[in-house]
């Protein structure tokens, strides 16, 4: 979308892309968390990773509709 409607934007795309790895890497990190400083075992800190997962699947789908050719 970026290099569609904004020629020459290629770095802005590539920039965007490393920003949102960033935040989800610091987002789980945090929310995997969260468990282990509640006091409980490290393995609860999976629980989260599968909500995480089901809102990435849910994501991709809803924009691969909204943006398919």
């Known amino acids: ?12 795309g590539g920039a965007s892309i490393q920003m949102a790895f960033n935040i989800g890497n610091a987002l789980g990190a945090f929310l995997g968390g969260l468990p282990i400083a509640a006091g409980l075992s490290d393995r609860y800190a999976a629980l989260v990773g599968a909500p995480m997962a089901l809102a990435a699947a849910v994501l991709m789908v809803v924009f691969y509709r909204k943006y398919e050719r």
């Open 1 to 12: 979308m970026v290099l569609k409607h904004a020629p020459g934007g290629e770095m802005l």
